[in-house]
């Protein structure tokens, strides 16, 4: 399968403790986004890197919610001293320069915060 | 500020009957507008772009920049276009073009 791999896809931790999402993109898709999903809503934009630069943070990247992309390629999401309201559903998707619009999505890794 | 509006949460309706799912827009440039469509057990995955003026598995769209509406039709459902549909407006921010999704409309096509 070549599309847009997260892991793990269920996550539950105890509120406090420090969780880390992977995603693996599309191998030529230089563009990857994290987003973030909470029930009965559309996805929220919460980072964009264009290979290996983070061109863009979200307000609602609070300073415990960390994101990287290590030479361009897979990218890692870190949220540190979790909290029950970081229960959501973190979406990855993946882009190539000159395709106009379209993201293809990770199936997504749940995280639940008790 | 970007907005994108979908009224409605749920959307039920017959097999063979027409299909409107509303979307609205707030955007102070130039418009691109996309539907995205998540299918049960399924990734989120793009259904049509504005730009393309393509039907894709019977839908189409029009983007009315009067009424800032980009409004998805079918003439006839089926069940197996029972799914989630977002509505997403795509935009720059200089340093990189975003999407924002509408809150998403859940189509429910019955016998």
């Known amino acids: 399968d070549t599309g847009v791999s997260q892991d793990p896809r269920h996550k539950i931790t105890k509120r406090g403790q420090n969780v880390t999402f992977r995603c693996d993109p599309i191998s030529e898709h230089n563009r990857l986004y994290w987003y973030r999903q909470t029930l009965g809503q559309g996805p929220e934009f919460l980072t964009y890197f264009q290979n290996e630069a983070q061109l863009e943070k979200s307000r609602l990247l609070s300073d415990r919610f960390s994101a990287e992309r290590p030479k361009g390629s897979f990218s890692t999401l870190e949220i540190q001293r979790t909290e029950q309201g970081d229960s959501a559903m973190y979406l990855c998707?993946?882009?190539?320069?000159?395709?106009?619009?379209?993201?293809?999505f990770g199936e997504g890794s749940r995280l639940t915060v008790l | 500020a970007q907005r994108v509006t979908q009224p409605e949460k749920l959307l039920s309706v017959f097999k063979g009957a027409p299909v409107e799912l509303k979307c609205n827009y707030s955007y102070s440039g130039s418009p691109e507008l996309f539907w995205y469509v998540q299918y049960s057990r399924q990734r989120l995955q793009l259904l049509l772009r504005h730009i393309s003026r393509e039907s894709i598995k019977g839908f189409t769209a029009d983007l009315n920049k009067g009424e800032t509406s980009f409004h998805l039709k079918k003439p006839f459902a089926q069940e197996e276009d029972s799914a989630m549909y977002y509505c997403?407006?795509?935009?720059?921010?200089?340093?990189?073009?975003?999407?924002?999704f509408g809150t998403g409309t859940r189509l429910q096509v019955t016998l």
């Open positions: 998707a993946s882009s190539f320069i000159g395709v106009t619009g379209e993201l293809f």
């Open positions: 997403a407006l795509r935009w720059n921010t200089g340093t990189a073009s975003k999407l924002t």
